[in-house]
T-cell receptor
């Protein structure tokens, strides 16, 4: 079945630095990628939707300049957390519409900013 | 607006007990409904889905029936196992928005004791 490979699975960075998270669709083309953020013991909050070849669409309240999303190709979407701060620590998950289940999720990235 | 409400957790059961996790939704259109499962530190996996009223989704002993009259999609399993311990998310997708975003409930943590 379709797989979305998400890397890294966990990352620790210093406050003020930037972190890039990659999601690659394997064996299928992902023209759309959804990026979610999940706080401990809470639900997934949709941050933005990226589309290959166009600008990402951000949900209300999400800072575009802090969470940079790029959809460079039909198989790669990236989320860069710029000038990260401890409050950005969270679990980030990507998801692409793809066969056969309708949506395929990455395994998530645990970001810790110290 | 469109939303999903799940029963609060955590739910703690003994092995072989009967499980019900309630889920109700509010939607302006005719949504598809999903249950996802998340194991610790991992992304989401589709458990089952239903695309229209009275459909029953089933997988791995879990079942849920799309009830339009009560706007519900309760998850059930007749005999839970320790390996079922995870967080369960109910979600909807509006059909008119093909490949559109999923709206998640807040998640229900299930803990099954031997």
């Amino acid at each position: 079945g379709a797989v979305v490979s998400q890397h890294p699975s966990w990352v620790i960075c210093k406050s003020g630095t930037s972190v890039k998270i990659e999601c690659r669709s394997l064996d299928f083309q992902a023209t759309t990628m959804f990026w979610y953020r999940q706080f401990p013991k809470q639900s997934l909050m949709l941050m933005a939707t990226s589309n290959e070849g166009s600008k990402a669409t951000y949900e209300q309240g999400v800072e575009k300049d802090k969470f940079l999303i790029n959809h460079a190709s039909l198989t790669l979407s990236t989320l860069t957390v710029t000038s990260a701060h401890p409050e950005d620590s969270s679990f980030y998950i990507c998801s692409a519409p793809g066969p056969p289940q309708g949506y395929t999720f990455g395994s998530g990235t645990r970001l810790t900013v110290v | 607006g469109d939303s999903v409400t799940q029963m609060e957790g955590p739910v703690t059961l003994s092995e072989e007990a009967f499980l019900t996790i309630n889920c109700t939704y509010t939607a302006t259109g005719y949504p598809s409904l999903f249950w996802y499962v998340q194991y610790p530190g991992e992304g989401l996996q589709l458990l089952l889905k239903a695309t229209k009223a009275d459909d029953k989704g089933s997988n791995k002993g879990f079942e849920a029936t799309y009830r339009k009259e009560t706007t519900s999609f309760h998850l059930e399993k007749g005999s839970v196992q320790v390996s079922d311990s995870a967080v369960y998310f109910c979600a909807l997708r509006l059909i008119y928005n093909q490949g559109g975003k999923l709206i998640f409930g807040q998640g229900t943590e299930l803990s099954v004791k031997p």
